[in-house]
């Protein structure tokens, strides 16, 4: 019990306006903000990122994938789920990170982009976030090249910036493959 009046007398002092059991009685409803959007964190070479939690169906343990000759570094190979071929991204090669040791926290967030299921391999899926439309910003203009196309806008979530990734840029089909070419669909 004197846990519970500690966390009470806690939230008095916060500043917040706190509802009473009689407020309730007298049809007091609290307002829900209905502006946040829902990202899932994830770290990639010891920094966070995000996507949007409507752009991922599953976040699954790594599995096994086979090697595709003539592709780009950052493509591991192809993989199979429950019947369904993808590709599978290392997150942290096709950001230009380097190469990071998979630990056993490593996952594969399963996102589909234009109707195909792709793979994204992080080193740890951290939490879903909800970031209010004021902490978010646009790419800064000193934020240049090829990594600066993958960012969709910065996040302040709890005093730390979460970078969200762009799907439709890291998942260019243009650059899959290396000495070959995507036909106009963007099948390899």
């Known amino acids: 019990m004197a846990e519970q009046e500690d966390l009470w007398q ?103 982009h234009n109707d195909e299921p792709y793979g994204l391999v992080v080193d ?8 209010p439309p004021e902490s978010m910003e646009e790419r800064p203009g000193g934020i240049s090249g090829a990594r600066a196309d993958y960012i969709r806008g910065l996040g302040r979530h709890n005093d730390q910036i979460v970078i969200v990734l762009d799907l439709s840029e890291v998942l260019d089909p243009r650059d899959f493959v290396v000495g070959g070419r995507v036909d106009e669909g963007g099948a390899l």
């Open 10 to 112: 806690a939230l008095l002092r916060s500043g917040e306006s706190v509802a009473t059991d009689e407020d309730y009685e007298h049809g007091y409803k609290r307002e829900v903000r209905q502006d946040l959007r829902q990202y899932v964190a994830f770290r990639v070479a010891n920094e966070l990122y995000a996507i949007s939690i409507h752009e991922i169906e599953e976040i699954s343990k790594l599995f096994d994938t086979t090697h595709v000759p003539r592709t780009a570094d950052f493509l591991i190979g192809i993989g199979n789920v429950r019947g369904r071929v993808m590709p599978v991204i290392d997150l942290a090669t096709r950001l230009r990170l380097g190469t990071c040791e998979r630990g056993r926290m490593a996952r594969v967030l399963i996102v589909q």
């Open 124 to 131: 740890e899926v951290r939490d879903v976030v909800r970031i």
